[in-house]
């Protein structure tokens, strides 16, 4: 028995920056991307001030999609995608961010990719900025601190929509937008709004490049349904249920207040307003936020009309007596620096990379969405990253990576089929190997096709398909019915 409607968008995210490469080819300018080293695994990327002869940057090549990208996309279809996630690089279009005219070798750029997609059947969904704001504007604007960059934002956007009216359907504005409100600190402000200087008072500040982005974002979503009604477009939040240590009332209290702090950003983009706790919160904390009543008019008018969001893994929080709100702001991720009030959940496994393994947050997650927001749902990344092996004859054995795709897909039916919700699509991260945002290896890998190139950035660039290649293509083709 199939479990989705014929048209379930089955297929694979990844982001213009960790796999286009040719950082400076067909008029690009550089990106906030192109300035951040390799780091490794527990070992953070730096962000150089400019591009550095010498350094190792992972973006300037990553996998060469930008001359790949038919042969790439072939293998996609092969597989019966259909629907491609991706972004558009902003510098490819405005190579400095600020300029009055858009590149049209960018733009003819994208238009070839998505005609290719279309050729196999593939609908590309597009975010508008994964990462990859332009590096001018982050030295000559701090970014998103400034209220310049919204209206550089609505151009770029306008831009798009104009171009690929008809050949795009799905749209996202910001990339886990939410991301921000944790640690590290400097590493997601550069990533999320290109704040490259984050001040002495960085929470305040990252509240105020939070709202100028939600402005923008709420520009954007105006502009496409005026250019384009029949297009649909969201926002993209990265969730990660936050699961309350104890039944404990503090506990309890503790797991409201970190739902509220990471996922305002959703309240704005699908309700249209700033919730009352964060006004509050802005108020207790004597914040400064410049943020006026025709801006607040802007965020009503610009309602998304799904919500996307990539779920990798699930967190479990405690109320500390010397910090009674939660604090997640000050806490880090596991693998990348554990702290605050963020604590380890002893009923989940993690990745290598220390990522806790959660199938049935999935299915949480899902629920959590649609019980607060009624709206259409889209999960636009869940992956496994894991070091692969090659074996002598070429092939490799990721069965790993199948189990934990497997259940969560078992997680999301029972979604769908058991608790009714409304689910657009599923789209894996990623289809293909390529550059980690968090880590700059190659050698994190979450792909279906493997790529010859390791974490020194040697290697053929040759694909090849993994075993995991042959059971999605199989879970696609029965649409969700046979996942063994
Ligand atoms: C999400 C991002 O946070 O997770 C992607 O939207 C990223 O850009 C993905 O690649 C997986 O994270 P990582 O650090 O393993 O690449």
Known sequence: ???????????????????????????????????????????????????????????????????????????????????????????????????????????????????CC??????????????????????????????????????????????????????????????????????????EGAVLNIGDKPEELMYQASINELIASAKAVKACHEIDPDAMIGCMIAFCPLYAKTCDPKDQMEKTWADHKRYWYCDVHAKGRVPAYIFRYWERMGFNIDLSDEEIAILKEGIVDYIGFSYYMSFATAARDDNPEFNFYEAGIPGVGQAGDIVPNEFLKTTDWGWPVDPLGLRYALNWFYERYDQPLMIVENGFGAYDKVEADGSVDDSYRIDYLREHIRAMIDAVEKDGVNLLGYTMWAPIDIVSASSGEMDKRYGFIYVDKNNAGEGTLARSRKKSFYWYKHVIETNGAELD
């Open 1 to 115: 028995m199939a479990h989705f409607p014929k048209d379930f968008l089955w297929g694979g995210a990844v982001a213009a920056h960790q796999l286009e490469g040719g950082w400076n080819k067909g008029g690009k300018g550089p990106s906030i991307a192109d300035v951040m080293t390799a780091g490794g695994n527990g070992i953070p990327r730096r962000i150089t001030d400019g591009v550095i002869e010498g350094e190792n940057y992972p973006n300037h090549e990553a996998i060469d999609f930008y001359t790949h990208y038919r042969e790439d996309i072939a293998l996609f279809g092969e597989m019966g995608f259909k629907a491609f996630r991706t972004s558009i690089a902003w510098t490819r279009i405005f190579p400095n961010g600020d300029d009055a005219e858009p590149n049209e070798e960018g733009l003819a750029f994208y238009d070839d990719m998505f005609d």
């Open 118 to 191: 279309h050729e196999y059947g593939i609908e590309p969904v597009i975010t508008l900025q994964h990462f990859e704001m332009p590096y001018h504007l982050a030295t000559e604007y701090n970014g998103f601190a400034d209220k310049r960059c919204i209206d550089f934002f609505e151009r770029f956007a306008r831009v798009c929509f104009e171009r690929y009216k008809g050949k795009v359907k799905y749209w996202m504005t910001f990339n886990e937008i939410n991301n921000q409100s944790a640690a590290p600190i400097a590493h997601h402000m550069l990533q």
